[in-house]
Every structure is written in structure tokens, then in C-alpha cells.
């Protein structure tokens, strides 16, 4: 049964919500060349989120974004320090430091098995599908709606607040860090900075798409939305517009065939991202533009 | 104790063999791991080993059951897919490969989810076993998977010795390789097949998730005990067995417990011993060559003050006159006499120190090295004269007698430095 | 030859830089008076680009120390340009020409603070002078090697400073563009602004710049051009390197730490 109903349109929003949030981010992750230091962070977190779990006794309590928080800045910390201080080269470093701490995390879990309510497969996978269920009841007793697409909503709201006060400073240190050092912008500051948006962005979704497919929505909009433009804000916007339509169609495909809704938005958002790659591939494109000179296309 | 007793004297046959297992299938990541992150590709392994999700579904889909033949030949498919799109959106698109290897691992990842969730509700019975490709369980490896693995690790092992000159090249120097004629491309190729290889092998112990460590962190944390490629690969080989059967282990005492986050853990402490305390290369050795090292320094540098002495016609200088030279570091300067004295490179009479004839070969030896540089500073590299003496208090310690006969044979076996000040020969008299 | 000078715009004093322990810059020290066009050479690998990312505090030093202004460089960094190397950046940044020159006005505008019509103005105004007006709304990615250089420079234009420090602006740059730009940037000198410019073609160095200082790992000569350009200086910086120096850096790099810092 395909119908429009309340459950479903809740769940297409906060998946939205959710896809903006990560694209949004993403796309300034993907300008510095750090796809992978976004994956690293969002397996990194998994430690702080069981520890913090542990401690609050819930999903819902303040520890676990802390927890996770600092796990997502001590992983960027750690690849630094096994860089420059251990001088391992920068993409082993990223893979030592987030296999370790995701290795850390699912061992907790199976520790604390008994002691936590949290399953192995919901902070991997996630299911948004019990997303109408899990209310958030005021004190009164008062019904609010759904927990998760109020975290959501709060989160979208903080990086898209992150992202105005920071365009600027956020755009430049992505295409010329070294200028920016120069002028004497913070860019250690605004890097740590978006890490942590990113960590904090990677657990507020957690419950809903599972820590490992947040990367996917960090990754793959944005990835898809840069080979159709070259102009930054359409780049936002398209990435905007694709975090939308993959929810839509992935919740539907999800539905159809009964699988995992976050697992098809993901799969949904990589063949439009394939299709996207063989329509503006080198091989296949005859767009009008200038054609550039030998040096340029060498650098 | 019991437990472990009984593990290691490998007296239940199923033991002995997954420790085989995990030990041929530890050497082969290791092998094709070590080569990857010297080329530079540590993350490659990462996203063919979450790509290969999708094709291990499909082969159990397609068999009906965890037949070792559909699902390696599914995850050897998905895994080369994952491999040419990837080489293809580099060439044909303008994403960097950053971005690449970031989708490419996501989506076939999200791929694997929805497959696994479609066979999960189909309510297949072996479906249990399917999750443990996840994060791995050497445990549940049957004999018959057994086989499999071991016969593909085995292929690995004798291809990657076989060829050991080509992928050295491809590493080292893919570009030279291709100048003298070694098909580069076809090589390259065929070091990928063995990386899609080595990651089917680890899977259903070690896990999708968790593979690349199982590739990346042997060879980094073996770089740090050696420079030669033979020693790293042992080195490397002997780290992901260690670390192998520590995980297999723990899985059979903790029948809850995922084998592949035990052998990351193992494997990520090994690294970190090595990170810290490898000869040479190590964080706390290089802590301590420098500490050694500044320690000669202030050594040095009193017996040049005491040659000094010497120079304007004192024959030493008392304690307190010395210590009064370093007001900072009268802790260091008290341990410089003391062990000077040790040496007999000075005497101490009633608290007057004076050098003996072999600390004066020695103060000499450091005051020329001092003058000499300072000269070439000069003379070479037309620094003026009030600018000189810097630097030649730092390289006064490190020139060899090599470079010291190189300096005098360029200047010409100078009497004077810049300062007009003598430069010591061993027969001098002062 | 190494003329110091007078109340220097900039001082460079005993400066050492190493990367991976061996030192590529040893014991730069030098002073460059106010108003000059300043000219960079040196062989491949002399260090030049080396000494203007310490200038600009982008390596660390192992030893010495550098004064702008007569002032720390944390003082006057917004009195100071940078053109970088044009292969330091991905020119694939979804970005416009006028974006990406308008980043100039970041330093002074501060944290939070957008850009607005005067920046726009401004920008506007630096891409005239480099002779890209007609460029503005393209996307750098469409750009030629040339134009990307001038992209850069009008950046540096729009920093409106006093100190203009120049990486290879002219690799890949035509002769027309070559000789308007060295023009521009002779004007600006008259206005007191001083120059540093890395370049690599001797020949237009002689014609244009007025101060040359010669680099190889060590500094040559610092001095007004026609008491500097000398077949023995140059002879002493395009001539190969000192060997006895490459072997005293093969033994530093061996050291497990790096000796020469403090």
C-alpha cells in the first residue's frame, strides 16, 4: 500500500532534515578534501555514544552528544598527532584512528550489552521506520510529536546557523587555506570548528540513519551536486534539493520492497550520483565552455 | 586458564584449523596491505572492503544458503566494481579522490544494508550467519570455508612473491617501471585483483566494517622498526597474525564477543607500541636521542669555556666561576664536571678546574669545528662576521671528521677565523 | 655582496628553515628598504618559495626570526599581500572570479562580517587593473593557466596593503600580460608600496626589478641591482649547489631530531 499518510510524510521530513543537515556540511567537507575525515568522525563516534549511553542511562540524555562530541574532536586530534608527531602519512593515520575507535565502540556495546538498551544494528543502521512511535512526551503528559524530528529540526537549525556566521571564513579556508593563515583568519579554529558540527551532526542522526550511512549523506549529495555546477551557492542548493528528493523516492523504494529506509536513500542517492557521473563524465560531455589551455588542465 | 589451555594446545582439530585460518589469511592482508599504504592507497582498502557487502548478500541470495563459493564469487564481483568505478570517476570526472573513495564506500555499504534487510525479512534460517560478515567471526568459519580462504590467501601469498620485483616498482616508482618497459597498468591490475582477494579472505573474519585495519595498520606500525621492504612485509605478516589469534581467542572464550574488533584493537596496540618505542624512529626514542644529545651539548660548551680560559692565559677556572657561566643550568653544569672528571677530560684541586691534556684534544677539537664553520659561514655563504657564531654553536657538535677535513681542505687550512681568533691545531701550545 | 639598510620595511634576521629536519634555507639575513620592486632568484629548489611562506609565518622557522614594519608579523598582517604558487590551490572550486578576488577583503572585514558593496567595488576595481573586467562573472575553473595567475594577483590587490609578497606570478603568463603586470606593479612602488616578487627568467628581472636578492639553500647577494648582478654572484647562484652544504644537511636529516632548533 503506497499512501501518503501522516507516518510517512514524518518520516520523509525527518529524513530531509537529516540529509540537509549532513549535505550541508558535507559540501564544505568535500571542498577541503576531507570525505574521509567525515567518514573517520562518524565511526570515531561510536565510543562516546556508548559511553555516554552508559552513563545518562539513555539515548536521549545530553551525555551522549557530549561523549560523542569529544570522541569526534579527539579523533581529529589523533590523526594530527599520528601525522605529524608519528609521522604516518595522512590517510593511514585516518584509517588507524577510526578503526581503532569504532573497534573500541562495538566492544563496549557488547560489554555493556546487558547493562544498556542499545543494540548493535540501531546505532549501525538506524530505523527511522519507528520514528512515529518514539513521542516526546512533555512533563504535563502533553504529546509533542516525534523525538527524533525534533532533534533533527534543532540540529538543521544550528548548522544552518553555523554555516551563515561562517560562510565566508568556511569558503575561503576551502580553497586556499594558506591565504587565509596569511590574512590571519583562525583556520585551525573554523577546521575544529566544523569538526565538531560534523561529530555533533553524526550523533543527533545516529538513532535515525545509523552512524555509518550519516557519511553516505555527508558524501554523496554534495559529491553528486559539484559535478553538475561550478558556483558555490547552487552547489548548496542543489545538494539541498537532492537530500530532499533521495528521502523521498528512498522512503518509497524502502516501502516497496521492505527493506532498510536509510540503507535505500543511500542506495537511491548513489545511482543518482552514478547517473550524475556518467552524464557530466569527460567521455560523454559536449557542454559549451571554454576550452582551457594545456598548463591549466596540468595543475 | 583452562579455556586457554585448551585453545592454544590446539586439541580440538576446528581450533587448529581457524588458527591456520586466521594465520595464512593475517599474512596475505598484510602482504597486499604493506603495499598499499606504501603506494600511498591505505584508503582504497577501506572502500573495497565495504564494497564488497552487496556482493556477499547477493551470493547468498543466489545460493540460498552461506555457500563459500557464491559468496566469494559475489564479493570478488561487487569488489572490482567498486575498484574500476572508482578508477573511472577518477579519469572521467572532476571530484578528487578523496570524494571518490567516500561514495564509493557509502553506497555500496547502503546497498549491502538494504540487501541484508531484504534477506532478513525473507526469514532464511541461515541469515545468522550472514551478520557476522559485519564484524567478523573466525569461530564460525567452517572447514569447507576453510578451503576457500586458505587456497585464495595461498594464491596471494605466491603471486605477491612472485612478483615482488614489478609491485616494488609499481610503488616505488610506477613511472620508472613504465620508461623500462614493465607493463605498469597490467601490473597495477593485477595488485588490485589481489587487494579485492585479500579483503574477500579477511571478511568473514575481521568484517566488512573493520577490514582496512587488517590492511593499513601492519605495514604503518611495521615501517617503524625497519626501512627494508623484506623485514616490513615479515614484520608486518608476524603483527596481523599476533593480533589475528589474540581475536580468535578472545571470540572462543566470549562466545558474544565479534572476533574483528578484538583483532583492531590487538593490532592498534601493537602499532602504538611502535609508535612509541621503536628504535630510531620511535616518539620516546627521539625523545631521548635528543635529550642524550643536549646533555653532550652543555658538556661541550664547558669545556670550550674552559679552553677559553685557557686562551687568555688562566690555567682554568674555579667552580663557582663556571657555574656562574650557565646561571640557568647549575644542575646540568655540575653533572657536566662530574662526568668529565669521570673521563679524565678535567681535574678538580680544591675547587679550581683546569683541563687535562686529553679534555684539552677534546675542547680544541670542538673550538676548531666552532671556527672552521664559522669561517665557511663567511667565506661561502657571505654571512657577516657578527652573524656567524650562532649557527656555528649548534654545528659544532654535529660535524664529523669527514666534513671537518672536507671544511679545512675548502678554506684552505685557515689560522684565523672570521673574529680573528686562532683556530686550534692539536700540536698548538698555549 | 649583502646590503643591510636603514629602517627597513623588512628584516630578516639569521633565519633558518628546514623541512624534514634539512635545513633549505641557512642563515638568511637581510633588510630591504621601503618603496622597491624587489626581485627573487635563484636555481630550482633555492628556497625562494620557502623564504616567502616564512616571511608569511606559513613554515616555522628552526632559527631566527622575521620583523615587518619594524613590528611582529602578527601586528601587520593586514598590511601584507600574498600571491601564492597557482598550483597551491584546486582551481575545480566552485567558485567566481570575482568570488574568489573579493576574498582579498576577508582579512579586514573580520569574523561573521559579509562582504558588501563596497568590497564588491573594490574588487571590481583590482580586476581592471590586471585586465580581467571582462571575467568577473566566470568560474575560476574555466580559466587559463595566465588568467588564474592574474586572478590571483588582483586578490592581492584587493588586500590593499603596503607589502605585496609574490610567488611565481608569472609562470604561465604571456609576455603582453607579463610586461602590463611588471608596469602595474612599478606604479604601485611609486606610491611607496614595496614588491617581492620570486621569479625565475633573468632577463626581465634585469629589466624590471630595481633590488635582487640571489638565493641558493644560502643568501648570495641582497642589494640594488646594479651592484649585485655580477658574473660571480651569479655564477654563485645558478652554479649548482655547495656540496660540502648538501652533505652537512644528508647528516642533520639523519639525526633522529632536529638539531638545529632551539
Redesign the interface.
Known amino acids: 500500500m503506497m499512501s501518503f499518510d501522516q507516518n510517512a510524510f514524518l518520516i520523509i521530513f525527518t529524513a530531509s532534515l537529516i540529509a540537509i543537515s549532513c549535505g550541508l556540511l558535507g559540501v564544505f567537507m568535500m571542498l577541503r578534501k576531507m570525505s574521509m575525515t567525515g567518514d573517520a568522525i562518524s565511526h570515531a563516534v561510536l565510543p562516546g555514544i556508548v559511553i555516554g549511553f552508559f552513563i545518562s542511562g539513555s539515548q536521549r540524555g545530553v551525555e551522549v552528544i557530549v561523549g560523542a562530541g569529544l570522541l569526534g574532536i579527539i579523533a581529529t586530534m589523533v590523526i594530527d598527532f599520528l601525522r605529524k608527531k608519528a609521522k604516518v602519512q595522512l590517510d593511514a593515520s585516518i584509517g588507524i584512528t577510526f578503526t581503532l575507535l569504532f573497534a573500541i565502540g562495538i566492544i563496549l556495546i557488547n560489554l555493556l550489552a546487558y547493562k544498556v538498551d542499545l543494540d548493535q544494528e540501531c546505532v549501525l543502521y538506524g530505523e527511522i521506520a519507528y520514528l512515529p512511535i518514539d513521542l516526546w512526551i512533555t512533563k504535563a503528559g502533553f504529546s509533542m510529536g516525534p523525538r527524533i524530528t525534533w532533534l533533527a529540526l534543532l540540529n538543521l537549525l544550528l548548522v544552518i546557523t553555523f554555516i551563515l556566521l561562517l560562510f565566508k571564513e568556511l569558503k575561503l579556508t576551502s580553497f586556499d587555506e594558506g591565504f587565509g593563515l596569511v590574512m590571519g583568519i583562525p583556520a585551525g579554529g573554523i577546521n575544529l570548528a566544523l569538526m565538531s558540527m560534523v561529530s555533533y551532526t553524526t550523533v543527533s542522526s545516529f538513532e535515525a540513519v545509523g552512524a555509518i550511512l550519516v557519511v553516505a549523506l555527508l558524501v554523496v549529495p554534495p559529491a553528486t551536486a559539484f559535478l553538475w555546477t561550478k558556483n558555490i551557492k547552487s552547489l548548496i542548493q542543489l545538494t539541498v534539493l537532492i537530500g530532499i528528493g533521495i528521502s523521498i523516492i528512498g522512503y518509497y523504494m524502502a516501502f516497496w520492497l521492505d527493506s532498510s529506509i536509510a540503507g535505500m536513500i543511500v542506495s537511491v542517492a548513489g545511482l543518482v550520483f552514478l547517473v550524475s557521473a556518467v552524464f557530466n563524465s569527460k567521455k560523454y560531455k559536449f557542454k559549451s565552455g571554454t576550452r582551457l589551455e594545456p598548463e591549466a588542465l596540468s595543475s | 586458564m583452562e579455556n586457554f589451555l585448551y585453545f592454544f594446545s590446539f586439541q580440538d582439530a576446528s581450533i587448529a584449523f581457524i588458527v591456520l585460518g586466521i594465520t595464512i589469511l593475517g599474512i596475505g592482508s598484510a602482504y597486499v596491505g604493506t603495499f598499499s599504504f606504501l603506494d600511498n592507497k591505505a584508503l582504497l582498502g577501506d572502500a573495497i572492503s565495504h564494497a564488497v557487502l552487496p556482493g556477499i548478500c547477493l551470493g547468498f541470495m543466489l545460493a540460498g544458503e552461506k555457500n563459500p563459493y557464491y559468496i566469494v564469487g559475489g564479493a570478488i564481483i561487487s569488489g572490482s566494481l567498486a575498484t574500476f568505478l572508482s578508477s573511472w570517476l577518477k579519469e572521467n570526472t572532476k571530484l578528487s579522490e578523496d570524494s571518490i573513495i567516500a561514495v564509493i564506500l557509502s553506497t555500496f555499504f547502503g546497498l549491502g544494508i538494504v540487501l541484508l534487510t531484504v534477506i532478513q525479512k525473507s526469514g532464511n534460517p541461515e541469515m545468522a550467519g550472514l551478520n557476522q560478515f559485519i564484524f567478523g567471526n573466525a569461530i564460525g568459519i567452517l572447514e569447507e570455508d576453510l578451503w576457500v580462504y586458505g587456497g585464495l590467501a595461498f594464491i596471494i601469498i605466491l603471486s605477491l612473491s612472485l612478483l615482488m620485483k614489478e609491485f616494488r616498482l609499481l610503488v616505488f616508482n610506477a613511472e620508472f617501471g613504465k620508461a623500462i618497459g614493465f607493463p605498469m597498468d597490467r601490473v597495477r591490475l593485477v595488485f588490485n585483483i589481489l587487494m579485492i582477494l585479500s579483503v574477500v579472505i579477511g571478511i568473514q573474519a575481521i568484517g566488512v566494517v573493520l577490514m582496512a585495519a587488517l590492511l593499513i595498520t601492519p605495514g604503518a606500525a611495521a615501517r617503524f622498526w625497519t626501512d627494508r621492504l623484506s623485514s616490513l612485509l615479515i614484520l608486518a605478516g608476524v603483527f596481523a597474525v599476533l593480533s589475528g589469534i589474540i581475536g580468535t581467542y578472545i571470540s572462543f572464550v566470549l562466545p558474544q564477543m565479534p572476533t574483528g574488533p578484538w583483532v583492531v584493537v590487538s593490532l592498534s596496540t601493537l602499532a602504538l607500541i611502535s609508535f612509541v618505542f621503536a628504535p630510531k624512529k620511535g616518539i620516546l626514542y627521539r625523545f631521548f636521542s635528543r635529550r642524550k644529545y643536549l646533555t653532550k651539548m652543555h658538556r661541550d660548551h664547558v669545556l670550550k669555556s674552559l679552553y677559553k680560559a685557557l686562551e687568555e692565559k688562566k690555567s682554568g677556572l674555579s667552580q663557582s666561576e663556571l657555574l656562574a657561566l650557565y646561571p640557568h643550568h647549575k644542575r646540568e653544569t655540575n653533572r657536566s664536571i662530574s662526568y668529565l672528571r669521570k673521563r679524565s677530560q678535567l681535574i678538580i684541586k680544591e675547587g679550581f678546574i683546569t683541563l687535562t691534556s686529553k679534555g684539552k684534544s677534546e675542547a680544541m677539537r670542538i673550538v676548531r669545528l666552532h671556527r672552521l664553520w664559522e669561517s665557511y659561514l663567511n667565506e661561502y655563504m657571505n654571512i657577516a662576521p657578527d652573524h656567524v657564531h650562532d649557527s656555528a654553536e649548534k654545528m659544532e657538535h654535529l660535524l664529523t671528521p669527514e666534513l671537518e677535513a672536507l671544511l679545512d681542505n675548502r678554506l684552505k687550512y685557515p689560522k684565523l677565523d672570521p673574529h680573528q681568533e686562532n683556530i686550534p691545531r692539536d700540536h698548538d701550545e698555549l | 655582496?649583502?646590503q643591510q639598510v636603514q629602517n627597513p620595511i623588512l628584516e630578516i634576521h639569521?633565519l633558518?628553515v628546514s623541512y624534514d629536519q634539512s635545513p633549505v634555507l641557512?642563515?638568511i639575513?637581510l633588510s630591504l628598504p621601503e618603496g622597491k620592486l624587489v626581485g627573487i632568484l635563484g636555481p630550482n629548489g633555492a628556497g625562494k618559495s620557502t623564504l616567502i611562506?616564512a616571511i608569511?609565518?606559513?613554515v616555522d622557522p628552526s632559527?631566527g626570526y622575521v620583523r615587518i614594519f619594524d613590528k611582529e608579523l602578527?601586528l601587520v598582517?593586514?598590511r601584507?599581500s600574498?600571491v601564492?604558487q597557482?598550483?597551491?590551490?584546486?582551481?575545480?572550486?566552485?567558485?567566481?572570479v570575482l568570488?574568489?578576488v573579493q576574498?582579498g577583503t576577508?582579512?579586514r572585514?573580520g569574523?561573521?562580517?559579509?562582504?558588501g558593496k563596497k568590497e564588491k567595488q573594490l574588487a571590481l576595481d583590482c580586476l581592471e587593473k590586471v585586465g580581467m573586467t571582462a571575467f568577473a562573472k566566470?568560474?575560476i575553473?574555466?580559466?587559463?593557466?595566465?588568467q588564474?595567475q592574474r586572478v590571483f594577483i588582483a586578490?592581492a590587490l584587493a588586500?590593499e596593503s603596503d607589502l605585496y609578497l609574490m610567488d611565481e606570478p608569472f609562470a604561465?603568463v604571456d609576455m603582453a600580460t607579463e610586461t602590463a603586470i611588471f608596469q602595474l606593479l612599478q606604479e604601485m612602488t611609486q606610491e611607496g608600496k614595496t614588491i617581492l616578487v620570486v621569479h625565475h627568467d633573468i632577463h626581465s628581472a634585469m629589466k624590471y626589478f630595481e633590488w635582487i636578492i640571489m638565493l641558493n639553500l644560502?643568501?648570495?647577494?641582497s642589494g640594488p641591482k646594479s651592484e649585485v648582478v655580477n658574473e660571480e654572484l651569479l655564477r654563485k647562484t645558478y652554479g649548482g649547489k655547495?656540496n660540502?652544504?648538501t652533505?652537512?644537511s644528508d647528516?642533520?636529516r639523519q639525526?633522529?631530531?632536529n638539531?638545529?632548533k632551539n
Open positions: 655582496m649583502i639569521d633558518t641557512w642563515n639575513d611562506k608569511m609565518g606559513l632559527g602578527d598582517r593586514n601584507i600574498y601564492p597557482r598550483e597551491s590551490v584546486d582551481w575545480n572550486f566552485p567558485a567566481s568570488d574568489v576574498m576577508y582579512g572585514l569574523l561573521f562580517k559579509r562582504p566566470r568560474q575553473s574555466e580559466l587559463s593557466g595566465g588564474q586578490r588586500q604561465g644560502h643568501l648570495v647577494a655547495l660540502l652544504l652533505k652537512v647528516l642533520i639525526q633522529e631530531f638539531p638545529l
